[in-house]
């Protein structure tokens, strides 16, 4: 006998707005419904960098705001 089970998926469905929670200097971590939506970090050269709640980077951007509505696409 075989079980078969699916692959959970890697994306999560958006229920919820992610709130924004500066954690240190230049490192702002994302919370959507409890969970770890993402995070974003300031980098050396003055632009942030986003990655997803898995570590995949997101993107490089040039201001916060940028970078946090790379997460709502």
Not at 40 to 56: H, K, P, Q, V, Y
């Amino acid at each position: 006998m075989t079980i078969a089970t699916s692959r959970p998926s890697r994306e999560r469905k958006s229920s919820g707005p992610i709130r924004w929670k500066s954690v240190q200097k230049g490192l702002w971590v994302g919370e959507r419904d409890g969970e770890f939506a993402g995070l974003i970090e300031s980098t050396r050269g003055g632009g942030f960098a986003a990655m997803t709640c898995f570590g995949s980077p997101k993107g490089a951007f040039t201001t916060l705001d940028a970078a946090k509505q790379s997460f709502a696409a």
